[in-house]
């Protein structure tokens, strides 16, 4: 089993209940061991013009080699009414893997540690509720990463009660 972090987001279609529906769905996963979600993030989209993202970040341990999952992921985002329009556009969810254990892999379909969460404030603050000390396997360490990508354009939503 390995640790992976999935990036989740979301614009359309109740964008807090659809991360409710994607954990429900994460924690189905097969060969996969639910470990938690951080607080739900409110962010500014990529693109001008578009309803502002609900961002979140899960952890699982799973035996799911990284494509499988990967191909798990994007059949949870069909079931729940993802089309690919444009990138960085408006969606229903988005899963994206931002780190699977150790590995570093860049295949055609899949990057991880994901190419650009360094950069994204709301993978990043998600990302240190969940594994405050995290290195990763490139050796960047999160804290690093934090410290050079402000906490700006992010609203923390309270807890459900």
């Known amino acids: 089993m390995e640790r992976v972090y999935i990036g989740m987001g979301s614009n359309l279609a109740d964008p807090a209940e659809q991360l409710r529906s994607a954990i429900t769905a994460l924690t189905q996963l097969p060969n996969s061991q639910w470990i938690g979600v951080s607080a739900l993030y409110i962010s500014d989209s990529l693109l001008p013009?578009?309803?502002?993202?609900?961002?979140?970040?899960?952890a699982l341990d799973t035996g799911l080699a990284p494509l499988e999952l990967l191909d798990r992921l994007q059949a949870i985002e069909l079931d729940q009414g993802r089309e690919r329009h444009e990138r960085w556009g408006p969606r229903t969810l988005d899963l994206d893997i931002l780190l699977f254990g150790e590995r570093l892999i860049d295949e055609a379909r899949l990057k991880v540690p994901h190419y650009h969460m360094h950069a994204r404030a709301f993978v990043l603050y998600p990302l240190a509720e969940l594994a405050p000390d995290?290195?990763?396997?490139?050796?960047?360490?999160?804290?690093?990463?934090?410290?050079?990508?402000?906490?700006?354009g992010?609203?923390?939503?309270?807890?459900?009660?």
């Open 49 to 58: 013009g578009q309803p502002r993202f609900t961002n979140a970040v899960a």
């Open 134 to 152: 995290l290195q990763l396997p490139d050796g960047r360490s999160l804290s690093q990463m934090l410290a050079d990508c402000p906490f700006e």
């Open 154 to 161: 992010l609203e923390r939503l309270p807890a459900r009660t």
